[in-house]
């Protein structure tokens, strides 16, 4: 499903009424910036100051407000024990990811520049690396060393992005 950074957006203006802390990350920004389908759009939702019946009340009130059903992620969050997943009209996928950590500052963690993007009630917020990924046409890996699951995502991105050049992938393709 194609989506704009608008509607990106507006879904975030929507989520920061019920998680004040949180952004939408991973490929969903990036893919709406490149105009390709995105499969899933991961909402990573700051909870350090939520607790647990804070959250599940956000997370109903979330549903309610995009008229959806909720249930356990099939993925689930490394950090926290309730990440679902939810499936809302109008949208692929959502999943809410808690986690204990800004989730403003992780996108300048990323292992690709060009995923190094996030979509905030504000609009887009995105690293050097990735306008500089944009400007050249290019996918970079950012890490100094290869990580298996960014090993992964390289052959997810080659198969999704053909035409663009991969910079600093060699260690991960070995």
């Given at each position: 499903m194609k989506l704009s950074l608008l509607q990106l957006?507006?879904?975030?203006?929507?989520?920061?009424?019920?998680?004040?802390?949180?952004v939408i990350g991973g490929g969903?920004?990036?893919?709406?910036?490149?105009?390709?389908?995105?499969?899933?759009?991961?909402?990573?939702?700051?909870?350090?100051?939520?607790?647990?019946?804070?959250?599940?009340?956000?997370?109903?009130?979330?549903?309610?407000?995009?008229?959806?059903?909720?249930?356990?992620?099939?993925?689930?969050?490394?950090?926290?024990?309730?990440?679902?997943?939810?499936?809302?009209?109008g949208f692929p996928v959502i999943q809410l990811l808690p986690v204990f950590r800004c989730v403003y500052r992780d996108i300048f963690d990323y292992?690709?520049?060009?995923?190094?993007?996030?979509?905030?009630?504000?609009?887009?917020?995105?690293?050097?690396?990735?306008l500089k990924d944009v400007w050249n046409d290019t996918i970079t890996y950012m890490k100094k060393s290869p990580d298996p699951k960014s090993a992964a995502r390289l052959q997810r991105l080659k198969a999704k992005y053909p035409k663009r050049t991969f910079v600093n992938c060699e260690e991960l393709e070995g």
């Open positions: 957006q507006a879904l975030a203006k929507i989520a920061v009424k019920y998680f004040p802390t949180c969903a920004p990036r893919d709406a910036a490149a105009d390709v389908d995105i499969k899933d759009i991961d909402l990573f939702i700051d909870i350090r100051l939520m607790d647990h019946p804070e959250y599940e009340k956000a997370v109903e009130g979330f549903r309610a407000a995009l008229g959806g059903t909720v249930r356990p992620t099939s993925t689930p969050s490394v950090e926290a024990e309730r990440s679902y997943d939810l499936d809302a009209p292992d690709f520049g060009f995923s190094q993007i996030a979509v905030t009630e504000h609009g887009p917020l995105t690293s050097s690396a990735w």
